[in-house]
């Protein structure tokens, strides 16, 4: 059974940075590419950021890029995302998934509310 | 950036068919495959993939759902509707980075 445990959210101050982690298990992390897409409070899906399977390539949208950076450790079975200046529209749950090669998610984390606040 | 666009909410009897539609600025197929996708979020859950690529059903989704359309516009259909099925539904493209989302259909039982 393919398992996404997300840990490391909370509450943090404006500019302050925070790393969120996903643990993976139930399949061959190595094989996949891995995503995290986030959602504010009683709103819709953002996605923000994408991992090649060996971590040489990523991609975010603008609204993250330079701030934002998504890692993984393929032998323990990681995705990381290290969060930088945080802004309060940075407020969301924070899901970890596991991305198919045409860029839909297949298995999505519980997520990890992550509040940016002063 | 690709917008989808879907209505806010729709309400459905129990044991009718409930039509989802979203639509795109721009084309999302390309090759001969769409790339539309469509998940279900209840409240307080993670998302749930339903429907990739325009009509494929996810692994142990039920018949009941299913989905079509192509280019511009996409419809999910849920037939019958069941009381389990009270949720929200979204769709998203990936034909292009970044990929998109729509901002969500929200199923009501009449």
């Known amino acids: 059974e393919v398992q996404l445990v997300e840990s490391g959210g909370g509450l943090v101050q404006p500019g302050r940075s925070l790393k969120l982690s996903c643990a993976a298990s139930?399949?061959?992390?190595?094989?996949?590419?891995m995503a995290w897409v986030r959602q504010a409070p009683k709103k819709g899906l953002e996605w923000v950021a994408t991992?090649?399977?060996?971590?040489?390539?990523?991609y975010y949208p603008d609204s993250v890029k330079g701030r934002f950076t998504i890692s993984r450790d393929n032998a323990k079975s990681s995705l990381y995302l290290q969060m930088n200046s945080l802004k309060s529209e940075d407020t969301a749950t924070y899901y970890c998934?596991?991305?198919?090669?045409?860029?839909?998610?297949?298995?999505w984390g519980q997520g990890t509310l992550v509040t940016v606040s002063s | 950036d690709i917008v989808l666009t879907q209505s806010p909410a729709l309400a459905v009897s129990l044991e009718q068919r409930a039509t989802i539609s979203c639509k795109t600025s721009?084309?999302?197929?390309?090759?001969?495959?769409?790339?539309m996708h469509w998940y279900q979020q209840k409240p307080g859950q993670q998302p749930k993939l339903l429907i990739y690529?325009?009509?494929n059903l996810a692994s142990g989704i039920p018949a009941r759902f299913s989905g079509s359309g192509s280019g511009t516009d996409f419809t999910l259909t849920i037939d019958p509707v069941e009381a389990d099925d009270i949720a929200t539904y979204y769709c998203?493209?990936?034909?292009?980075?970044?990929?998109?989302f729509g901002s969500g259909t929200k199923l009501e039982i009449k």
């Open positions: 991992i090649s399977t060996s971590g040489s390539r990523t």
């Open positions: 690529e325009g009509s």
């Open positions: 998203q493209q990936s034909k292009d980075y970044p990929p998109t």
């Open positions: 721009q084309n999302v197929d390309n090759y001969g495959i769409s790339y």
């Open positions: 139930g399949f061959t992390f190595s094989n996949y590419y």
């Open positions: 998934a596991r991305q198919a090669i045409t860029l839909w998610f297949a298995y």
